[in-house]
Every structure is written in structure tokens, then in C-alpha cells.
């Protein structure tokens, strides 16, 4: 605004006193409303996540009937999935094991993009005891005792591994069939995509439900090939 357009305005402000007031008065009720709107979502959320404590509590404590018999018949394989620094906390990754065995969970792969949690494999292992029957390259098929859990341990580098040994063995493949003559340009499909994980021993079976805990709202590298149907949460 120019020297003219500053006296001009000027004018109009001691022409017209009640106008700046008023302007400056709306002003201050757009900011109370702000604040109370702000205010009113803080107490939301607040009673929100209390009510989710408590609930939680009473389920853990077993209060809640409701819960305590659970029909698991379709979670056939789950999925945990744990931010790197979180995952350094062993006894609480114990501790949910421990509680997803006593609901009846069986099949359970545990994934950490540093490999935090393969790296305490052993201390897990031992942790759990007799309760878990650790199986890793075989089928989950295979396991002896069906009343006891099947661990998997997972990392973002198995998830490229994985990537790169599949498009090998297709590169391979189509070396081999071009050679005897069966195909004359390469055709990579999901299908055969999944039959090569499958082939290097990376496809792994796809979770019915993928749990992730951290503060980050994604899967954090788990293999996308795993989990083309799977609700996370």
C-alpha cells in the first residue's frame, strides 16, 4: 500500500472509530471460538483414550466375559510388526507372546525393519520355552504339536533378499526356457512373482492380520508380497 493508500485508510479509521473496534473485537471471537474448539477436541480425545485404557484393562484382567472366549478360527497366521527402538524392549515382546498364546494364537511372524528382534532370537527362544516349537525355512504344515506356537523372525533385508533372489530365479528361468526354444520374451506376472518367492524359500505364508506397534502408521518395510488381503491395525 502506498503513502496515498496509508493516509486514505487512516482516514476512514478516524471517520469511522467504531469500525476498527468492531474489527478488532471479531477478531477476538474467532480466537475464542479457536480455542474452544481446540479445547473441546483435547477433552475428546482425552475421554477417548481413557475409555480405550480402561477397556483394555478390563479385557486384560478378564472381567469382560465377552472376551474370554474367542473365536480364532480365522486368524490362521498374524503378523507383528514393531518400531526398531521399541523392539529393544524384549520383556514386553515376551509378555505379548506370552498373551497371545494363552488366547490361541499358533502362527506368529515378528518383523522389525533393523532386525532388532532376530538378533534376540535366542533370548525370546528361551523366554518362551516349552510353550513354542520354533520353525524357520520349513512349512508351518510340519509342526509336531499343534497346541504349541510357530515364531518367525523377519527383517526389511529379508524383504530385499527376497526381491532380488525371486528376480534372479526368474532371469534364470527365462534364460533356460529361451535356450530350449519355449518362450520368446520374458512374462513376469504376480503369479509367477509368488511362485519365485516360493521357489528361494522367501514367499512365507500371508497373515489374516498384521498388529503394528510404534508411533509410525505404516507396515515398515514388511513384505508387500505377504499381505495383499491382510487388515493391519
Partial sequence: MGYQGKMWQSGLDMAFPGRMIMIRVFIVMLRLVWLFIHLMANILYFVLDTIHTLHSYLISSGILNKYKDLDLTK????????????????????????????????????????????KSKKIILEDMGSRLWHLEGDKVGLCPDPNQMTLEFTSISDGKEGITKAASFLCKKYLDDSALGEQDKPIFTEENMGKALEAVGLGGPQPNLLLVYGPVRCHLGFPAWRMPYTEIV
Fill in 75 to 118: 486368524l490362521q497366521h498374524l503378523a507383528i510388526v514393531v518400531e526398531s527402538q521399541e523392539a529393544y524392549d524384549i520383556e514386553r515382546i515376551v509378555k505379548l507372546l506370552f498373551w497371545l498364546s494363552d488366547i490361541g494364537v499358533k502362527h506368529i511372524c515378528l518383523y522389525d525393519m533393523d532386525g532388532v528382534l532376530k
